[in-house]
Structure formats: C-alpha cells, structure tokens
C-alpha cells in the first residue's frame, strides 16, 4: 500500500494558483523529509522542493518566488502551494518522504496549465 496519496491537481489557465496536498500514513511523519518531484512529458522527473522535519526548505530555481512547499505535521500533510502558474509548469507531480532507508513515492496527480 501507498503510504502517500496526492491530490489537488487539475487544469488551470496561466497565472493562476493551485495547491497540491500529499497525505501520508502508515510512516512516522515528522522524521521525514517531504518533497515535490514533476516530470513533465518527455523529460525527466525534476525536484520541485522539499522541507525537511525542521522546516528547512529547498526550491527550485524555476519555481522559486513562485511555489511554496510547506507541512502539516499534526495532519501528515504536506502541501505544495503554487501561484503564477505557466504552461510549462504542466506535469505530473510526485509527493516524495525520505528518512532512513525509507523513501517513498506517491502515485502522483496531474497539473496541466493552459495558455
């Protein structure tokens, strides 16, 4: 069983904001590192950002000052806030959770942007 589930995805017309959930269960949330990965059509899968069980975080330099990663520790969530959204942000993004030898992925939802 998947320990992480996405959600949030849909068709969004440029310039508008989406948030993207992940809900884990069955892991010890707060000791993981969560993150976001996209991989678009024909490329290879990307880091988008990741927040670690301190709340540090990492962002990619295309998304940066756009998106916003951040977690819900009480609710095993974490959240990927995306604003100002373009055409090519379109992918499928990945919910990812790494500590230890465990590291997981869900089974990702699709964000499309239209022009």
């Known amino acids: 069983q998947v320990p992480l589930v996405e959600s949030g995805g849909g068709l969004v017309q440029a310039g508008g904001p989406l948030r993207l959930s992940c809900a884990a269960s069955g892991i010890t949330f707060v000791l993981y590192t969560m993150g976001w990965y996209r991989q678009a059509p024909g490329k290879q899968r990307e880091l988008v950002a990741t927040i670690s069980r301190g709340g540090s975080t990492n962002t990619a330099e295309s998304v940066k000052g756009r998106f916003t990663i951040s977690r819900d520790n009480a609710k095993n969530t974490v959240y990927l806030q995306m604003n100002s959204l373009k055409p090519e942000d379109t992918a499928v993004y990945y919910c990812?959770?790494?500590?230890?030898?465990?590291?997981?992925w869900g089974e990702g939802t699709l964000v499309t942007v239209s022009a």
């Open positions: 990812n959770a790494v500590y230890g030898n465990g590291d997981y």
